[in-house]
């Protein structure tokens, strides 16, 4: 008798996007341990590492030279320039994900959430929205990561990003971790039952 070849599953396409000091690197590396099928994705960026990161963990860094010519020859499924500098999703790197049978998690911003859903209407949108303004300000003082100046920009980015909060398929209001990642184990089980 033969046996039929079982087609291994597509993974789907999450997206989370939120605010500069919403919360999102931290409440992504959770959500990762909770859902051993959910594969974060790489982005690529022009930025130089912050302390702590490493090359192919946390990004893949790479020169302006370089990216400019990835991006001309097709290679990212998105791609940005924010505070200065180019930032993108890795085509490859999520169509492999994908294509191994588990879901890949794109943490990127709303322009690129934007060019990934025209591209990929299927993609699950989820942004992650802080309690106030008032509260995203403390976290990015307390961050401690940028400047005064360049706070303002990322707060008056952010007042542009919650406008369009709207276009995604959910919202969760990151109050507590737990709560948040609570609301997003839930958004991606509902969705495998779909």
């Known amino acids: 008798m033969a046996k039929r070849r079982t087609q291994k599953r597509r993974g789907r396409l999450f997206i989370l996007s939120a605010p500069s000091g919403c919360g999102k690197t931290t409440v992504q590396t959770r959500l ?3 859902k051993r099928n959910l594969k974060r994705s790489i982005s690529a960026t022009t930025r130089p590492p912050r302390r702590g990161e490493r090359n192919r963990r946390d990004y893949f860094f790479i020169s302006e030279v370089a990216f400019k010519k990835q991006r001309r020859d097709g290679a990212f499924l998105e791609w940005a320039r924010t505070f200065g500098y180019y ?6 790197f999520v169509e492999g994900i994908r294509r191994s049978g588990r879901d890949a998690l794109l943490s990127i911003d709303v322009k690129g959430a934007a060019q990934v859903k025209k591209q990929c209407p299927e993609t699950i949108t989820i942004f992650l929205m802080p309690p106030s303004m008032k509260e995203l300000k403390k976290r ?5 990561t940028e400047s005064e100046t360049e706070r303002r920009k990322r707060l008056k980015v952010a007042r542009w990003e919650i406008s369009r909060a709207r276009t995604y398929d959910y919202i969760v209001v990151n109050e507590t971790i ?3 990642i609570s609301q997003l184990k839930e958004i991606i089980e509902g969705v495998d039952r779909q």
């Open 87 to 92: 930032y993108a999703t890795p085509r490859e």
């Open 178 to 180: 737990s709560s948040a």
């Open 32 to 34: 990762l341990r909770a």
């Open 140 to 144: 990015l003082s307390k961050r401690g």
